[in-house]
């Protein structure tokens, strides 16, 4: 029987439920992606505290000082608060963020390399940002290439509308495989058809009628949440 190649593991170091004991919960999100193609660490969020974050991030023994990039969904406090932490840790880690907010990151984190992001553009090796979307509250999600030319897709808030991130990568006329993080007041259902991994956390607010419509393809996420692609 052929192994199937792993391309990405995705570890949740922020939500606000947790496996087990030892991890601590908050506020916000944060994964933390583990990139097979190029051995990089890529944190997408940061979840609204950096003492939780940290203490999050060492119980999986993992070094912080190993994460080289960090992607911000939008500038939002459950989603930007540790990345101070990571900064005084490791200061020159390359940080993109959407470019409405570039010159705020650029002033406070000043060590780093600050990537306002526009448009879509490759982070690392298959990692990809849609680029910034949405109206009044500019927000960029991640999108994970696998192997097998599945995408994943990582989302902040969804503040754009979950339906709107989808469409902008259904551009990329690839196989949708997961969506992973907060879904906010998303209520599109048909969206999710054909969806494998379902896994809505901390802000999303219809999360049992998701689960009710699609579950065999829900997955519960929390804090010590582990799944690779």
């Known amino acids: 029987m052929e192994t199937k190649l792993i391309s990405f593991e995705i570890k949740i170091v922020f939500d606000n439920s947790v496996m087990n004991d030892g991890f601590l919960s908050g506020y916000g999100f944060s994964a933390l992606v583990y990139n097979y193609y190029t051995e990089n660490y890529i944190l997408f969020d940061t979840g609204q505290n950096q003492d939780v974050l940290l203490h999050n991030i060492k119980k999986l023994n993992i070094d912080i000082s190993e994460i080289k990039k960090v992607v911000i969904s939008h500038n939002h406090i459950e989603n930007t608060g540790g990345l101070l932490g990571i900064y005084e840790i490791n200061p020159h880690i ?3 963020i959407p470019a409405e907010s570039y010159i705020l990151y650029k002033r406070k984190y ?5 990537y306002g992001v526009s448009e879509s553009i490759e982070i690392d090796k298959n990692v ?3 680029g910034q979307l949405g109206n ?9 290439k696998t192997e097998y030319n599945e995408l994943i897709i990582l989302v902040g808030c969804s503040h754009p509308g979950l339906e709107e991130i989808i469409n902008s990568i259904r551009e990329y006329k690839k196989s949708i495989k997961a969506v992973i993080g907060g879904f906010h007041n998303f209520r599109k259902y048909t969206y999710l058809e054909g969806i494998d991994i379902i896994g809505p956390c901390y802000c999303t607010e219809h999360t049992d009628e998701i689960q009710k419509r699609y579950p065999e393809q829900f997955t519960e996420i929390c804090v010590g949440t582990s799944l690779t692609f």
């Open 136 to 144: 009044y509250l500019k927000e960029q999600a991640l999108i994970l």
């Open 110 to 114: 000043k060590e780093s390399n600050v």
């Open 128 to 130: 990809f940002s849609t």
């Open 94 to 96: 390359d940080i993109y």
